[in-house]
């Protein structure tokens, strides 16, 4: 988090032994967040998104503090399992597996079908094993965020689908829903929450069967951009509370889920890059950075979009919002300059921010960037021209830092 002292420190003595950029996470950081959920959800079950950030002393400090892991992949499952997690606390959802996925995760996760395809499958594979696997549906309902009624989607089978499958030689006892990520309205994720207490009463009462869990996904947001207020957690809890003890009078079996990565993880990244060149070009000043795109690309991406359109809608998590990170010059000038920072590649879009003021920077001198704890280094070019790609490094509670 930019403006904390110890991770300042931080920084700048990793920049005077590294030439090439970094990230840099915050255990600290990590673990109050997670401790927070705990605090103002409590009762609640809670799952690590790995996609978001894979960093194994990151994906350690989270699963220490006894959450589950939603796996997006065989391979991720496999990271569960290596550190030791049971299969109820991996949850295996991701459209189009293939038959080697299934097979290889069906003895270390709960496995939720994302499709019609996915169910035929799992019975086919679990029949040769002489087995009636419990596993859970991925769910597209007949409502959104937004509305109180569906929208074709890629994830997951319609719930008028689901209602006239075939589920024989399947024991389903879970759902899982994922509407939307980076929400901030407590009323949104509020109502959102009664639908899918809703959702539950319906799938019991068409299928027959018993709940045993029941993963809403996520949606818990960030500020990323200036000015935006954090989601109102304690307040949000308060009234996801209530609804759990009415569904506990109803389902006692019944666990509720929570998908949690960029809440998190967001705000514990920060990006270190510095600057390797700077030009005067028709009266405007250029500062030439090192792995812009191809080392944090969400800032690139923000300053392409902006250039687009005047009124972008978030695509997330690609693209969040144009001023997505803030920056952080780290110099001893006080003085400031108008500058369009670029990076080093042979692209005219390795720019991430056009006729900025920000105090004056030399050749050498380092820029930090903010929220960069999510869905950014796994989801950055680092192959574009062979550059090296930047390190990611991990600031423990108790000040050391470390690399994987």
Not at 39 to 53: A, G
Not at 221 to 236: R, S
Request: charged share 20%; net charge negative.
């Amino acid at each position: 988090m930019i403006g904390n002292t110890r991770i300042t420190q931080a920084m700048k003595n990793k920049m005077a032994e590294l030439e090439n950029p970094f990230y840099l996470y915050d255990q600290e950081t990590i673990l109050g967040q997670v401790r927070r959920l705990h605090r103002d959800f409590p009762d609640f079950e809670f799952l690590y998104s790995i996609k978001t950030n894979p960093f194994l002393p990151v994906v350690k400090t989270i699963l220490g503090e006894g959450l589950g892991l939603d796996a997006a992949s065989l391979r991720e499952v496999e990271i569960g399992v290596e550190y030791g997690l049971p299969k109820e606390k991996i949850l295996y959802s991701a459209p189009g597996k293939t038959e080697r996925d299934l097979r290889g995760a069906m003895d270390h996760a709960i496995l939720i079908a994302d499709s019609l395809h996915e169910l035929e499958m799992i019975r086919r594979i679990a029949a040769e094993k002489g087995e009636t696997p419990a596993i859970g549906v991925r769910i597209n309902p007949d409502f959104t965020f937004a509305a109180d009624e569906g929208v074709a989607g890629k994830f997951g089978i319609d719930e008028a689908a689901l209602w006239s499958a075939d589920l024989s030689g399947l024991d389903i006892v879970g759902i899982h829903v994922h509407a939307k990520s980076q929400e901030l309205s407590a009323d949104v994720l509020a109502h959102y929450y009664e639908n899918m207490f809703a959702l539950i009463e319906r799938v019991q009462q068409h299928l027959g069967v018993t709940l045993h869990f029941a993963n809403f996904g996520s949606g818990l947001g960030i500020p990323f951009a200036p000015g935006e207020e954090p989601l109102d957690v304690v307040g949000l809890g308060k009234r996801f509370q209530e609804m759990r003890r009415v569904c506990a009078e109803k389902w006692p079996q019944l666990k509720i889920l929570i998908e949690s990565g960029r809440y998190i993880v967001g705000k514990s990244g920060t990006y270190v890059t510095r600057v390797l060149d700077k030009k005067v070009s028709h009266g405007k000043t250029f500062v030439l950075l090192y792995g812009t795109l191809n080392g944090f690309a969400r800032p690139a991406v923000g300053e392409m979009v902006r250039s687009l359109s005047d009124h972008p809608y978030p695509y997330e998590p690609i693209f969040t919002h144009v001023q997505a990170s803030a920056l952080l010059p780290l110099t001893d000038h006080t003085e400031t300059e108008t500058v369009t920072l670029a990076g080093n590649l042979c692209t005219s879009a390795d720019i991430i921010a056009r006729d900025v003021t920000l105090p004056r920077m030399d050749i050498g001198d380092g820029l930090a960037l903010d929220n960069a704890g999510c869905y950014a280094a796994v989801m950055t070019p680092m192959q574009f021209a062979f550059l090296t790609p930047p390190a990611q490094l991990f600031l423990t509670a108790d000040g050391r830092v470390m690399e994987a």
